[in-house]
């Protein structure tokens, strides 16, 4: 097999994955004593975790004034709503673009723009299903509020599933980061709400596909003065 073809299906994964597949393949060997076609399930489903902890390199567009989807997944809703209270971004609707992951998609969660990271959230909650609109309210979350340079601010909430049970978000308060730089994961079928800055204008629909780090889901005009 050429190298090209190789990283096709050879990616790279998250080190928050290895301890999962070391789990996994260690059953696997218990389940091939046992006997051989549960070895073969096993080997399955080691393989399914390493693919979902991957975290593939990402060719984020570079031209100024968009913003792209900070996860892999499908459009599932796209309405105004006022942000989390903890996001500090007021009791103003703000566009919120929903995007919904299963557990087949890379869960690795990037920053839509460039900006510096003013406040970190979470809450503890319940596990609806992501997909529903009450998970915004409810379930588990966690947000990070980003500041564009120009003073705009925009919010992004990590909201745990029916399966999710962890969100991690390694990026800090007063961390700038750059478009398409990765902030978090969660871990097994989860959402991720976007709430576009003031003057944004969405790019994307009910049911499109979404590639983390690369799909533009709204451009930015310049601030009038």
Not at 176 to 181: T, V
């Amino acid at each position: 097999m050429s190298v090209s073809m190789l990283s096709t299906f050879v990616k790279p994964m998250h080190p928050e994955g290895r301890k999962f597949v070391a789990i996994a393949a260690a059953i696997t060997v218990v389940l091939f004593l046992l006997w051989d076609p549960l070895g073969w399930i096993g080997t399955g489903l080691t393989v399914w975790v390493y693919y979902f902890f991957r975290d593939p390199e990402r060719v984020t567009p570079e031209q100024a004034g968009v913003m792209v989807s900070p996860a892999d997944g499908v459009v599932s809703l796209l309405e105004p709503a006022v942000p989390p209270a903890e996001l500090e971004l007021g009791d103003d609707p703000m566009l919120r673009v929903s995007v919904f992951m299963s557990v087949f998609n890379c869960h690795v969660n990037r920053v839509p723009t460039a900006g510096t990271i003013t406040k970190v959230a979470y809450r503890p909650g319940k596990f609806f299903n992501a997909s529903l609109d009450k998970a915004s309210k409810d379930n588990e979350r966690n947000g990070i509020t980003v500041e564009l340079p120009d003073g705009r601010q925009y919010g992004v909430v990590q909201i745990a599933g029916l399966v999710a049970r962890r969100i991690l978000c390694w990026s800090q308060e007063g961390d700038y980061l750059g478009r398409g730089e990765r902030f978090g994961l969660i871990r097994f079928g989860s959402r991720l709400d976007i709430y576009l800055p003031q003057g944004a204008i969405c790019k994307v629909a009910i049911g499109q596909t979404m590639i983390a780090g690369e799909t533009v889901i709204a451009e930015l005009p310049p601030v009038s003065e």
